[in-house]
């Protein structure tokens, strides 16, 4: 039996569409998106291990990722998928298509962070162990928000009150587990996975307000993937799909209707 908490979104029959989250988030982050921009497609929207309501068992390595993503799709009868993977998530489905190619029809890459400076790393660590959470919801609410572009606020407060529970120390906190949060960060400064003996199609989606789209990353999928990648480049944060949600979709749109 799968280990992983599923929500499903569209088309029962529709074309599979494997959703991927990134680190400290959970796979209902899709729903917009898939509802409202590809509901004629079937989704399947993971809570990775260590997040959401999946277990929270260790290991939290790619390789886990990646045989627990495959276990998903043999419980659900899925034998290829597109796969959509955000910042941590576009990694594992990045080790997916290197993994088992024949299971990835084509791979959409959301602000990918793969290759990230080591030199971070510490920081996001730091803040994280040292994060005392919240004393209220309406006070998480608050701090989700701050600073948030005006498209996005209303996607964030979603994020609050899909994903916020009590903790056991009686403070509220995001459902994720934060020693699988910082194993993830940790993963993301390995190298990244050559895809070259995988000839399926790549498209990669930059936020040009971030640095996290490295140029390693950009070099080494240029060179495994040549005219099999396609790039789009957005004036956004991170969070593309909050931030510009109508780009994003008519970037995955022209992506997932093309030849492959």
Same mark, same amino acid.
């Given at each position: 039996?799968?280990?992983?908490?599923?929500?499903?979104?569209?088309?029962?029959?529709?074309?599979?569409?494997?959703?991927?989250?990134?680190?400290?988030?959970?796979?209902?982050?899709?729903?917009?998106? &898939?509802? %409202?921009?590809?509901?004629?497609?079937?989704? +399947? =929207?993971? /809570?990775? *291990?260590?997040?959401? #309501?999946?277990?929270?068992?260790?290991?939290?390595?790619?390789?886990?990722?990646?045989?627990?993503?495959?276990?998903?799709?043999?419980?659900?009868?899925?034998?290829?998928?597109?796969?959509?993977?955000?910042?941590?998530?576009?990694?594992?489905?990045?080790?997916?298509?290197?993994?088992?190619?024949?299971?990835?029809?084509?791979?959409?890459?959301?602000?990918?962070?793969?290759?990230?400076?080591?030199?971070?790393?510490?920081?996001?660590?730091?803040?994280?162990?040292?994060?005392?959470?919240?004393?209220?919801?309406?006070?998480?609410?608050?701090?989700?928000?701050?600073?948030?572009?005006?498209?996005?606020?209303?996607? &964030?407060? %979603?994020?609050?009150?899909?994903?916020?529970? +009590? =903790?056991? /120390?009686? *403070?509220?906190?995001? #459902?994720?587990?934060?020693?699988?949060?910082?194993?993830?960060?940790?993963?993301?400064?390995?190298?990244?996975?050559?895809?070259?003996?995988?000839?399926?199609?790549?498209?990669?989606?930059?936020?040009?307000?971030?640095?996290?789209?490295?140029?390693?990353?950009?070099?080494?999928?240029?060179?495994?993937?040549?005219?099999?990648?396609?790039?789009?480049?957005?004036?956004?944060?991170?969070?593309?799909?909050?931030?510009?949600?109508?780009?994003?979709?008519?970037?995955?749109?022209?992506?997932?209707?093309?030849?492959?």
């Amino acid at each position: 039996m799968a280990v992983l908490n599923l929500h499903h979104y569209g088309a029962p029959d529709g074309a599979p569409t494997l959703a991927v989250h990134g680190v400290t988030a959970h796979g209902e982050r899709y729903r917009r998106l &898939a509802q %409202e921009a590809f509901p004629e497609r079937r989704w +399947l =929207a993971v /809570d990775l *291990r260590g997040h959401g #309501r999946s277990t929270w068992d260790g290991p939290w390595t790619v390789e886990q990722h990646v045989a627990d993503l495959l276990e998903t799709l043999d419980a659900e009868g899925v034998e290829r998928v597109e796969v959509v993977g955000h910042s941590y998530g576009g990694m594992i489905g990045l080790h997916l298509l290197a993994t088992s190619p024949e299971r990835v029809a084509r791979l959409a890459l959301l602000d990918p962070a793969i290759e990230l400076p080591g030199e971070w790393l510490p920081r996001l660590a730091d803040e994280l162990i040292e994060d005392a959470g919240w004393a209220t919801p309406e006070e998480a609410l608050a701090k989700r928000i701050e600073g948030r572009v005006p498209q996005s606020v209303a996607d &964030a407060t %979603e994020d609050v009150q899909r994903h916020l529970h +009590l =903790a056991p /120390d009686g *403070r509220w906190r995001m #459902r994720f587990c934060r020693g699988a949060a910082i194993a993830g960060w940790s993963e993301m400064a390995r190298r990244t996975v050559s895809v070259a003996h995988a000839s399926r199609p790549v498209l990669l989606v930059v936020a040009k307000q971030e640095e996290i789209v490295r140029p390693e990353l950009r070099a080494s999928l240029a060179r495994d993937l040549g005219d099999r990648l396609a790039t789009v480049e957005l004036d956004c944060g991170h969070m593309v799909y909050w931030d510009s949600f109508d780009e994003t979709a008519s970037a995955l749109r022209a992506f997932l209707s093309s030849a492959a």
